[in-house]
């Protein structure tokens, strides 16, 4: 099993920036998709990006250019950069792995507003 542990959420104002971390109870080299959802209010799961073993990226079009996931496999944790914050981009924001099965994590929640 994969247990993981989101941080880095909080309030921030608009044109702000965060970066989310998604720590895993362990090694993430073999873990073969890892990544992140996010899913506002009164609206589904929408996946915005997500990072391949060999460290290929696909991101949401709607998210293009604002975000940047990245892993750093001697933390075992992977990261998203999110720039330029819009207030619908309100969400909760979940890690996931996928390692034979899917893994998620509980979530952090990011909140933008002036």
């Known amino acids: 099993q994969v247990q993981l542990v989101e941080s880095g959420g909080g309030l921030v104002q608009p044109g702000g920036s965060l970066r989310l971390s998604c720590a895993a109870s362990g090694s993430i080299e073999s873990i073969y998709a890892m990544g992140w959802y996010r899913q506002a209010p009164g609206k589904q799961r929408e996946l915005v990006a997500r990072i391949i073993s060999g460290g290929s990226t696909n991101y949401a079009d709607s998210v293009k250019g604002r975000l940047t996931i990245s892993r750093d496999n001697a933390k075992n944790t992977v990261y998203l950069q999110i720039n330029s914050l819009k207030p619908e981009n309100t969400a909760v924001y979940l890690c996931?792995?996928?390692?034979?099965?899917?893994?998620w994590g509980k979530g952090t929640l990011v909140t933008v507003s002036a």
């Open positions: 996931y792995a996928f390692h034979g099965a899917c893994y």
